[in-house]
């Protein structure tokens, strides 16, 4: 058995049996390997930026990791942006990227870089295997790492000599361990604080783990209980939301807003999430958005058992089992007459299905959406963890690999779609049941908003150039379509709705392009 | 005067006044700047690979740098694979990428990275600029490091901070060395080497530099004084060649067929090139080309003066006025029938037109386009210098920037082309004058090559499966039309001449996919 085999047998063995890939020469062991392990199922991006955001997605909804495979220091620095968010996202994803053979490395062919120093700001392990003896435990371990909490992303780096040589018999999994428990006593610190605090002067703010209904329902008893504020980080990998589900509002893009939603809390607790920090900085404000004289308590970090925590300190409280308001199942009406984002959200609420996943890249154009969907029926949200557009369209392939019985609804911004633009074309190949909507403002929204924000002058006209997307005109119908995804252009709320409304109800990869005017 | 004035201002100054950018928040000073410094022309890219790689394409065609303006570690990212590309070519490009300010940075705020890490893999020279008092100084010693022979990528980190606040005055150009001279002894040594040799047991190996008509003048003089073979390194940043200028066959992509270029060498001159490789590893293959027993002299390193150097040889050898053979002009008549590699080749060596600037990333589909091209007139060829695919639109979408007055033809494998595509919709913009051709086989050719060649098994249905580009089948033509390209298929070589003369005939973008089998 050579190293690619035992590899992907390993691999199997762990748990991990989808493979997202854009494979070059280095990795063909790999890709021959395929034949003999039919457990593993091999899915093509055709950029590997698709690769490795669809790797998050599938970790975000499975919570198991998904394999990737990349082609040497190039291949892997074109996922990066995506494994950036991944590792924000604490998804696991096991990230395999070919290497040169071992003695061709001190050759400096064209292709050779420093895989390690690219993978390095990504990675939560690293490693570069040296035989195929020692590859089986190597491959275990990287699994391991990947799904140890609170999940990362791990990079196994296997050169060429190392999948092509005899290799060791397959390993089996690892122990990963379970997520730690929070003491006793930091719990009860944390009751002393809120059981004693004045209404409304503190804050619960929660994320990652604890953005699930179980944890809502934890989080809504204690701030019910003890008259906290209750809210959750502004990117999330996944809320479970809908009508049912404890409501919570996310802290704002907007230092601004953020200050608001802040306002004269003393204490804040958090539980799963950091302390919160702008965006971005901007002249003359905090980065910091912690109010002054505001104290920070760590409930639970987000690689600890931050349900179990919130369980905990509700029962503390003595709020474990009082009922929680839960909203009820409660549409907008469709709209009509023009699009816009309001009207295109209300469509959005009208129309999403129970049990949808939806990949959120809707950025400027879909500051109504979460408003307009919180009656709709359960449902998980994903949201843009780390910054790096261009997950939206890889994510929502992922997730739709991991959850073939739901619908994947993909909100994507039109500047933001074009960075992987490609994740079309996989999801038509693998039959995804993906529906995207692209909000066709024709700008980068955000930056013409943001040109006021950091205080640079308000733009003449050839800044403003820079941040619009037109002309030409993109045509995402005619781009879709020559990608093998069916598409349709909206222009009316009716249309959208008649549109959406068809994609889906229908199973399989649509889009639809929603022309909007730009909210900036 | 802000950082962000006095840093365009200072890259004005030193000739540097082209900008591939996809800007984000920390890049806003920048943005707005540029209505102050109208010297500066912002050319904006749908995604950073489009921005490094036509910076790359700008650099190789007037020798001297364009900025990059790139959004943090994950816009970085992006843009590193063609900046791998543009190392390779040791072409200028002085690579700006803004940061999060200096005292937010320690909040790891969600696009936080490490910069450094993602960018030294790259670069000649790194510098993440302190301060607004230091930043025109640190401009100038980048543009002056990428400008240095041989040439590179210097990267400017540029912190949101430093961009906003008060700077120092524009700086002036710095120095920038010319290639050193080849030591006379050098020169004596080599030849001696060469005028003792019986004919045919040397090879001069050319590249970097020496590509141009004045290097390959000289080049051929030496080999046909010493009866040398002479031959250039596989992928070279540009060659000139066609009709009226000493051609020169470049070393084969394949180490078998190297191995046949270089059978009985026992002398090896490298002039501007270093010593043949592998460009993968192969189980029970040498990584090393040169042949046992054969000698290996460094006439000239990339850095040096190389032309120089092939001139001075050629003088010392004696052959310094001799007439060398010249290409006459011949092209090959236009085919009919069937559309394939051959017949596609044809159909460019006849249409071709002269003073074209080519991109060639047509891999496997473009294996006959070198032979049918040979005679057409003269004309500048540009190759994939490092191995990450991608660069071929990019690269051509800079040479057109730097280039307006000649015609830029990219020749573009499907696998290629998806990577990078967006740089279509930057063709459409900026109405620059570049016909690209699509050569659609569905496949990743190479790779099906590639996998017998790495001893892996035959490859079965699932192996097989990832390696091919359809279904469903990529539309091209759809694809450039929904980025404002117009767009044509040609199934046939009437077809194929007819769209290809049209758009070689018209100024400004099209596209032409070219329907061929795969070759593998």
Known sequence: MNGAQSLI???????????????????????????????????????????????????????????????????????????????????????????????????????????????????????????????????????????????GVATLVVPADVSWSEAAAPAGPRRVPAPAPVPAATVEQVATVLGHGGAGDAVVLVGGPAMNEKGLVAAARVAQATGSRLLAETFPAVVERGAGIPPVERLAYLAELVELQLHGARHLVLAGTTSPVSFFAYPGKPSDLVPQGCEVHVLAGVDEDVVGALDALAEALGAGGAPVARPRLERPPLPSGSLDAQSAAAVIGALLPEGAVVSDEANTAGIFIPGATAGTPPHRWMTLTGGAIGQGLPVATGAAVACPDRKVLCLEADGSAMYTLQALWTQAREGLDVTTVVYANGSYAVLAMELGRVGATPGGRRARHVLELAPPPLDFVALARGMGVPAWRATTAEEFAGHLGRALAEVGPALVEAVVPPAF
Chains 1, 2 share one sequence.
């Open 9 to 151: 047998r390993t691999l199997v063995a762990c748990g991990v049996d989808v493979c997202f890939t854009n494979p070059g020469t280095s990795e063909m062991h790999f890709v021959a390997a395929l034949d003999d392990v039919p457990q593993m199922r091999a899915v093509l991006g055709l950029f590997e930026g698709v690769a490795t955001g669809a790797a998050d997605g599938f970790g975000r909804m499975t919570g198991r990791p998904a394999a990737t495979l990349l082609h040497l220091g190039p291949g892997l620095a074109n996922g990066v942006a995506n494994l950036h968010n991944a590792r924000r996202a604490h998804s696991p994803v096991v990230n395999v990227v070919g290497d040169h053979a071992t003695y061709h490395q001190p050759y400096d062919a064209p292709l050779q870089s420093d895989i390690a120093s690219l993978a390095r700001p990504v990675s939560c392990w690293y490693r570069s295997a040296a035989s195929g003896r020692r590859l089986p435990e190597d491959v275990a371990e990287a699994v391991a790492a990947a799904a140890s909490p609170p999940g």
